[in-house]
């Protein structure tokens, strides 16, 4: 195989990420209920209390600290946390279903060059900074190099009409 220099390790996707949790079953049930994700078998050998979810093409680890009544618990909403950030189909409908749950959360618009993306922010059970948005409508434009995506993870016809666009431009010269 050879390097490629934009991606020297060769590597083919995020595959999970893991968050510790005071409770490992009360974690469970905040994925599982509220944002969709599905409990899968994980090694037996593991020798710690934990779970494995997943959901929208990543796995969560989900492990139990080992002195869970010393975690300091977050309770304001600080959007420039660590957080991980899921798209949706519509931001009224998920703000309606948070205020239905009683999930405290924190609004916030961003704009960029007319586009404006929409953003909720709560926290998990464990104080872990969850966003939904959707940022899908913003393009990814590089700092360097020409190649600009979508956030979407349906993006071969975007890609496809760039480059298209580059290769008929290029005929034309």
């Known amino acids: 195989m050879k390097e490629i220099a934009a991606n020297p390790l060769l590597l083919k996707s995020l595959n999970h990420i893991s968050l510790q949790c005071r409770s490992v079953d009360e974690s469970v049930k905040f994925y599982t209920k509220i ?6 078998k994980r090694p037996g050998n593991l020798d710690f209390e934990g779970a494995w979810l997943f959901s929208y093409g990543i796995g969560l680890h989900l492990i139990q600290y080992e002195d869970a009544h010393n975690v300091p618990k977050k309770n ?17 409908f998920v703000e309606k279903k948070l ?3 009683m999930i405290k959360y924190t609004r916030q618009r961003v704009e960029e060059g007319g ?10 059970p464990d104080g872990f900074m969850i966003e939904i948005c959707n940022c ?12 600009v995506r979508s956030c979407s993870r ?9 480059t298209s666009t580059k290769v008929f431009s290029a005929m034309k010269k």
């Open 35 to 40: 944002l969709g994700f599905v409990q899968v």
């Open 136 to 147: 899908d409508i913003l393009p990814v434009i590089p700092i360097a190099g020409d190649m």
């Open 154 to 162: 349906v993006v071969p016809a975007v890609e496809a009409a760039v």
């Open 76 to 92: 304001e909403i600080n959007t420039k946390d660590n957080h991980i950030s899921f798209q949706c189909e519509s931001i009224g």
């Open 115 to 124: 586009i404006y993306v929409d953003q909720l922010f709560f926290h998990d």
């Open 99 to 101: 205020k239905e749950m």
